[in-house]
């Protein structure tokens, strides 16, 4: 059984080019800093015009390894954090299997304790 990370930001206008730009940088710098190779990493959606107020729309599938899940999931949302911040007046939805990742704007998206390092080591010795 796998668990998937989808994020979707959506808006009535396209972005624009210097917009486009920043999503590329995000991607790259965030792919480049990615820790497992191998592993499936920040991952969008080339356009699709079925859906044209969707400006960015992508989806992570976590690792089955229990040690590996705590920090792509940190990964992947700070990068969308990231992405979120680059691009104004869209509304973002990010979920985990139906669970909606809360947006925080200090800390950007996160679940609650995930971030424990307590949590990761435990996680680490499976």
């Known amino acids: 059984m796998s668990v998937s990370l989808s994020y979707c930001a959506s ?3 396209p972005l624009t080019d210097a917009e486009t730009a920043a999503v590329e940088r995000v991607v790259a710098a965030r792919m480049a800093s990615f820790p497992y190779e ?27 390894d229990p040690g590996r899940v705590l920090p792509v ?14 691009l104004s007046g869209a509304e973002w939805r990010v979920h985990m299997d139906g669970l ?4 925080d704007g200090t800390d950007g998206y996160a679940f609650p304790g995930m971030r424990d390092p ?3 080591a435990e996680l680490g010795s499976l």
């Open 118 to 120: 307590d949590l990761a």
């Open 100 to 103: 909606d990742v809360p947006w």
């Open 11 to 13: 808006r009535a206008t």
């Open 73 to 86: 999931l940190d990964h992947v949302l700070a990068s969308v954090t990231e992405l979120r911040r680059a």
């Open 38 to 64: 191998g592993q499936e990493s920040l991952y969008l959606y080339d356009s699709d015009d079925s859906r044209p107020d969707e400006v960015v729309a992508g989806s992570t599938k976590m690792p089955l």
